[in-house]
């Protein structure tokens, strides 16, 4: 039997050793450029992305449809940690009693895995800033949104609004601007904004507006870059009135990214931020007393 030289046998081991080598190599890089890009994929994704929904309705509220158990349900399956329950105060036309949420102190702080919040979402009812539960309750409750609806208070002058919301602000006992960008009550959003962040309260960027309040994307637009100007932290959230739509956030979460609104500065962003801010909140709330 004819045998090649041993040195043509080394060297096409060697050029087979080499290929294999060269073959791995070239795999390696490829899938580390693939987990690389899944990997950005995934931060991006989770970059604008929100922990709870804090703006929502049971049917308590009679236009909306849920009960409690059914919001935290439809939580759950959002994979989300908290949701704060905001029924309407009594002066809206089909609002919850006030001895609704004197009442809220039952409720369990935890339910599946969910921390539940107990608050409300009132209604400015003048220009000099009344709401419609007194401070008695409010000062009890986790998470206060005051807003302006149409069904509570006829919309006047942007001095008016203006007013309203300056007064509202200070209020010890409220947390959060409701809607703010609704086009019915325009106001002076500078002087507003500074208010809030020397209140160190913060402002909701409603994705429901965007949908039942037409013209509010652009008036959010700019009460954004005032916020990201003034570091004024926002909070993110469905206004849901049913299971169904709890964290249907997407229009504002793109909003925020359009304007390279800062991440850490969504309130409910992380569990942390928002536990922070809630906590904080509370013990200015007992100094008020």
Not at 130 to 146: E, G, Q, V
Not at 187 to 214: C, P, W, Y
Request: hydrophobic fraction near 40%; glycine fraction near 6%; include cysteine.
């Amino acid at each position: 039997m004819h045998r090649l030289p041993s040195i043509l046998v080394f060297n096409n081991q060697n050029r087979i050793i080499t290929l294999i080598f060269h073959i791995y190599e070239f795999l390696f890089h490829f899938i580390a450029i693939l987990l690389i890009h899944a990997m950005l994929h995934i931060m991006n994704e989770n970059t604008y992305s929100i922990i709870g929904d804090f703006h929502t309705h049971t049917l308590v509220s009679q236009h909306a449809y849920s009960t409690i158990g059914e919001l935290v349900e439809a939580s759950i399956k959002r994979g989300f940690q908290a949701i704060a329950i905001t029924d309407h105060g009594p002066e809206m036309l089909d609002g919850a009693i006030s001895h609704h949420f004197l009442c809220m102190d039952a409720l369990p702080r935890t339910v599946g895995g969910i921390r539940l919040y107990r608050g409300a979402e009132v209604n400015i009812k003048t220009f000099s800033g009344r709401i419609d539960l007194p401070d008695s309750i409010l000062r009890n409750l986790d998470f206060t949104i005051a807003s302006f609806h149409i069904e509570a208070i006829i919309p006047g002058s942007e001095d008016d609004h203006t007013a309203a919301w300056l007064a509202v602000v200070r209020n010890p006992y409220v947390d959060c601007m409701g809607h703010a960008g609704n086009p019915l009550y325009p106001f002076d959003h500078e002087q507003v904004i500074k208010e809030v962040k020397k209140q160190g309260k913060t402002m909701e960027i409603n994705a429901n507006s965007f949908l039942v309040r037409k013209g509010s994307e652009e008036n959010c637009a700019h009460l954004i870059r005032l916020c990201k100007a003034y570091e004024v932290p926002v909070m993110v959230s469905s206004d849901a009135h049913n299971a169904w739509t709890i964290g249907e956030v997407t229009p504002a979460l793109k909003l925020l990214e359009q304007e390279d609104f800062p991440p850490e500065l969504i309130l409910n962003h992380t569990f942390e931020g928002i536990c922070s801010f809630i906590q904080r909140r509370k013990g200015e709330k007992q100094q008020a007393l």
